[in-house]
Nanobody, 129 residues
Framework: QVQLVESGGGLVQAGGSLRLSCAAS????????VGWFRQAPGKEREFVAA???????YYADSVKGRFTIVRDNAKNTVYLQMNSLKPEDTAVYYC???????????????????????WGKGTLVTVSS
């Protein structure tokens, strides 16, 4: 059984930074694309960023230039470095994995298909002004 555990959320002032972690157990990330998603109260879940095994990274327009997704396969962990945080970034952040290319994951989520192989429980990020 694969488990994903997010950590690193918390309260931060606008303009500050946080680093979220997504740690996996039970199976490595070596064959998985890993994505970060977020959901604010009353809103649909939205894509934030994704990283493939060897086929690149992709960011939502709303976070380009501010967020960076990286992976440490030795630690079986994917990170989301969030800089220049805005109140609009307030949400529960989730990581998810899928055994597919990053291109396919992006195409699927853009079409409204958010089915993934595994989801974490989420970590809350609150950005105050």
């Amino acid at each position: 059984q694969v488990q994903l555990v997010e950590s690193g959320g918390g309260l931060v002032q606008a303009g500050g930074s946080l680093r979220l972690s997504c740690a996996a157990s039970g199976r490595t990330f070596s064959s998985y694309t890993v994505g970060w998603f977020r959901q604010a109260p009353g809103k649909e879940r939205e894509f934030v960023a994704a990283i493939g095994w060897s086929d690149g990274v992709y960011y939502a327009d709303s976070v380009k230039g501010r967020f960076t997704i990286v992976r440490d396969n030795a630690k079986n962990t994917v990170y989301l470095q969030m800089n220049s945080l805005k109140p609009e970034d307030t949400a529960v952040y989730y990581c998810a994995t899928a055994g597919q290319s990053i291109g396919l994951m992006i195409a699927r989520v853009r079409g409204g298909d958010y089915v993934m192989d595994y989801w974490g429980k989420g970590t809350l990020v609150t950005v105050s002004s």
